[in-house]
């Protein structure tokens, strides 16, 4: 994807960045001369492409943008995790060999919940009797034992079209190793059903794995209909507009992807909006020299963290949506629904600013996983919320500005908050002040759980790293999370509350394939030649004139049932250079398991290429302050363990020389919190640096 000129005054220079979260639609757009213009508008819940364009079109009044300057439009969504969550994609059926047809029931001996007798296992997006057998079989070795006969699927189709299929997913047995018989079936259920979404598993995860390669084949077809109509609409909404730039989506491995190829393979951005805000860390990472980094995004639905290390971001080759929250590590899977695609690593917890405060049974205070959302939202917004919220909370706390957020955009009711929250302090027997303390400490140890998943149960030590904390909330908890964490450094960067939009601004153009290990490949030539073949598939794909190329390999010991991605080093393919990746499997295999093998043991599963066209904005262009200033320096009386009369700042009041806290420092799109014991100051890029003084640094 190549970018505008930007010494050529005539050629578009404006690029717009639209994500949506569960209570705010974020803009950002960057212009000539690195100017920023940011933009919170509430999102627009069914139809949140309505946000996008109010969004949009709000952010090219304000920045006095013409259609014709914008070079780009850059999108991060929840359409695709929203159908699966609320049940509401397509009617899906599976097309499979005999004798495969419960594959997705069977599915993989985990319990998310070990002794919880009451839980059941989600149901299969495709029904039972949405699933159809054909009778033709592949062998292990690719031989085809039996082949689909013409009359068969021609009798198949007539069925799907009496049953009321909308969307078709076609998934044969070891298929991966011979795909040419199942796109041949499916090419013919095309011709005779052309109004129904047809996925063939092959061209979305061709890797071993009967199970996984039919649940991703089903989710792409459950969402297909709802994300083609989605990306559709809004690029036509867009053209109404006059603008007719560039549409790209930000796929969940953080790479950007275009439209078209998007409505193809939909299940590439479930993960869509929380890689986004990964990229833009992973970004920073790198501009401040940070080895090993904590992305902490909270919003208004969730709480989200993954790990950088060695400035690169954890991407794992499956994951769990539908669930409650979505999963990508091995332990706690079966809640939901597998999806085999590359996704950044990021665990992801029922707690934002919209979190419902409850008491349980027990009389126990507990925080979300439900949410108020942006209808009818917080109490204090003053829409009709009745149920207390994590920002009701905060309010009462007096951490929020008791007048408005989002610049303005959204009045605060105060009294509403303290209502809400007194009545939930009645059932515990707590005043209000202790009940809204109660419930920020309870959210910090919910939080707490995300961070550890992508730290601790990957060997890693959090104490080590640094965090970045973003999103409309995260300043607000960054700094108590990284307490509880033994975490020294909080980073809190510009236009923090617009992050993961930030991120669509700097992230690469990309795309990657697969394709399962072979007998054929243990020649070290016919396995370069591999490499060259989908390297080559990957460039034409991206169609630029740079593409960077990264060759990965799953690997595993003899026997394992999952693999780690190890990164081929440069160079050419020969015995010293796969004595060296067999080495690096080692070392990682024993950072994440705290234990290795031999050599003889390892084994190669899935070969893969990632190209990127590099992106020539660079994320120090992003992080100019914005014009507005907040005012003098006030006070504003804040509980703590006690209450503390406390200075309300802007970011444009601090300074390089560290400020002990407490401070409230107000953005126009966030509201950082630096709490009793630390100090705050401001770097080079204008980030906020909050650094516990009472935390020795691990060594």
Request: aromatic residues 4%.
């Amino acid at each position: 994807m190549t970018q505008p000129n930007s010494s050529d005054p005539s050629s578009p220079q404006w690029r717009i960045a639209a994500d949506i979260g569960g209570t705010f639609t974020d803009v950002i757009a960057l212009g000539p001369d690195a100017r920023i213009v940011p933009m919170k508008v509430l999102s627009t819940p069914p139809d949140f492409g309505t946000g996008v364009i109010e969004g949009v079109t709000a952010t090219m009044a304000d920045a006095q943008i013409a259609a014709r300057d914008v070079a780009a439009v850059l999108h991060a969504t929840t359409v695709a995790t929203n159908a699966i969550l609320e049940m509401e994609g397509a009617r899906t059926g599976l097309v499979t060999t005999k004798g495969f047809r419960d594959v997705l029931e069977l599915g993989r001996l985990r319990r998310p919940l070990l002794y919880d007798l009451s839980w059941k296992k989600p149901a299969p997006l495709a029904r039972r009797r949405h699933r159809y057998e054909i009778d033709q079989r592949i062998h292990a070795d690719g031989r085809i034992v039996a082949t689909v006969d013409r009359e068969e699927l021609d009798a198949l189709a007539q069925q799907l079209k009496a049953d009321g299929i909308e969307a078709l997913a076609v998934c044969l047995i070891n298929s991966h190793v011979q795909p040419d018989e199942e796109r041949a079936v499916a090419r013919r259920l095309k011709e005779l059903l052309p109004d129904v979404y047809v996925t063939t598993s092959v061209d979305i995860s061709p890797e071993p794995g009967e199970f996984e390669r039919s649940s991703t084949a089903v989710v792409n077809s459950y969402i297909g209909t709802v994300v083609h109509s989605y990306v559709t609409e809004l690029g036509r909404n867009l053209h109404a507009k006059g603008i007719s730039a560039p549409f790209s989506i930000m796929q969940s491995s953080g790479g950007l992807l275009d439209a078209p190829s998007v409505v193809e393979r939909p299940v590439q951005i479930i993960e869509s909006g929380p890689a986004a805000g990964v990229i833009a860390v992973q970004k920073l990472a790198q501009l401040l020299d940070l080895d090993n980094v904590v992305a902490f995004d909270m919003g208004g639905t969730t709480a989200k963290a993954s790990l950088i290390e060695n400035g690169q971001p954890f991407l794992a080759n499956d994951y769990e949506v539908g669930g409650g929250m979505n999963i990508t590590r091995s332990m706690g899977k079966g809640a939901g629904y597998t999806v085999r695609v590359p996704s950044i690593d990021i665990a992801e917890v029922g707690a934002g600013g919209g979190s419902i405060i409850g008491v349980d049974a027990a009389g126990a205070l507990h925080v979300g996983p439900g949410s108020a959302g942006s209808r009818p939202g917080p109490a204090c917004y003053g829409q009709g919320g009745e149920r207390p919220t994590l920002t009701d909370a905060n309010v009462v706390l007096g951490y929020l500005n008791p007048d408005a957020i989002a610049g303005g955009r959204v009045t605060i009711q105060p009294e509403l908050a303290a209502k809400v929250l007194g009545a939930v302090g009645e059932r515990i027997d707590g005043d209000i002040g202790v009940t809204a303390r109660g419930a920020y400490e309870v959210a910090i140890s919910n939080m707490t759980k995300a961070v550890k998943a992508v730290t601790s149960e990957r060997g890693r030590d959090p104490r080590e790293a640094t965090m970045v904390a973003f999103g409309g909330a995260g300043p607000l908890y960054g700094a108590a999370l990284a307490r509880e964490l033994g975490i020294k450094t909080v980073v809190v960067p510009v236009h923090t509350g617009l992050f993961s939009s930030l991120g669509l601004l700097v992230a690469d153009s990309e795309y990657q394939t697969v394709t399962p290990f072979r007998s054929e490949h243990l020649s070290l030539d016919v396995f370069a030649e591999e490499f060259d073949t989908l390297a080559a598939l990957v460039t034409d794909h991206l169609g630029a004139d740079s593409v960077r190329i990264d060759r990965i390999l799953d690997m595993r010991y003899h026997g394992q049932r999952f693999d780690l991605r190890i990164p081929l080093p440069e160079g050419t393919i020969d015995d010293a250079l796969m004595h060296e990746v067999k080495q690096r499997f080692h070392a990682e295999h024993h950072k994440t398991y705290g234990r290795s093998g031999a050599d003889d043991l390892v084994e190669i599963v899935n070969i893969r290429v990632r190209g990127f066209v590099p992106n020539n904005v660079t994320i120090d262009q992003a992080l100019t302050l914005p014009a507005t200033d907040n005012g003098p320096r006030r006070e504003r009386m804040c509980r703590f363990d006690v209450p503390i009369s406390t200075p309300v700042i802007s970011r444009r009041h601090l300074t390089r020389t560290p400020e002990a806290g407490p401070l409230v420092i107000e953005d126009m799109d966030s509201t950082t919190l630096v709490p009793p014991g630390t100090t705050a100051h401001l770097d080079e890029y204008n980030n906020i640096i909050i650094s516990w003084t009472d935390i020795e640094v691990t060594a």
